[in-house]
């Protein structure tokens, strides 16, 4: 088949995908206008409208071929641009004990929530979608992930749908935390940083309370979203263990080559962040870089939600919603405890 004939192939998969992406897009320029920042994110609102357009009518033979190629392609080139967006200059403007703290919270929160996905029953690849959103920047961190562990489209989707429910919840209830705990606005600034999933979430949750607050935890924020390159990376070499689901006795394979061992998508992210650290990555470049990204994450994200049946979510909807609410207390817990260790002001 040549190049003309595969997009051909293609494109009845990909408009579809489009056509969500661009309406999860204004829907969210919508929320912008009306509330000042978005409440429910494109990304999310494609996934959940993919997953609406499958409940009522499922895409026939022609759709499929477009929708794979936007689940997977695109997803790993969107991985792969991420990388332009990490600077190793956060890591050391944050300071060695705000720096190791924020390190160890992250991980602190994955096993926890590991340990809680696998004693609740949960699929290991699903277990490790949710630690790792919860742990590190919800939605973009499932979705850098998801590739790499090889998780299915409907685990994708149910994590992706219900983290989505209690971010919005964390960005309106986490403000009681300043009266409830006695946190100054630097305080709270480090626990929004350390809890809240998504940077424009971060600003939601952080500028009523004031500008100090709003500083300290976008950089917090910020140092917490570099953690997704060494878990992405540690990840990939954990990648080859995992049993396919529902085989408990599966055997262990053999260690591959560096090819198959770390994708392709994840040596480009690596790259991109080496070239970005060094300043070989124009600044020009930065914001247009990030806005590809995010489209293409948006157009995965429908392309995951065409895929997915929505009764398949409802045999696993009270357990996702334990461990992403389980998890999520960890995760103030021990930010809470992290804030007095250091005795911030």
Known sequence: MGPGEHLRALWPGLALCLLITTLAVGLQAVEENVFGHPYVEALVVAILGGMAI?????PGERFVGGIAFSAKQLLEVAVTLLGASVSLGALVASGPALLT??????LLSILASLLLGRLLGLPARMSILIACGNAICGNSAIAAVAPVIGADGRDVAASIAFTAVVGVLVVLGLPLFVPLAGLSEHQYGVLAGLCV???PQVLAATVPIGLA???IGTLVKLVRVLMLGPVVVALSFV??????EGVASAPRPARPGIGKLVPWFILGFLALASLRSLGLVPDAALAPLARIATVLTIISMAALGLG???RGLAQVGGRVTLVVTGSLAVLIAVSL???RLLHLN
């Open 54 to 58: 499958r409940t009522a009518w499922e």
């Open 308 to 310: 997915v049946d929505v």
């Open 101 to 106: 703290g924020i390190v160890g919270t992250v």
């Open 239 to 244: 990648a080859p263990r995992l049993s396919p």
């Open 337 to 339: 405890l992290l804030i």
């Open 213 to 215: 607050a709003t500083q």
């Open 197 to 199: 999933y998504a940077v």
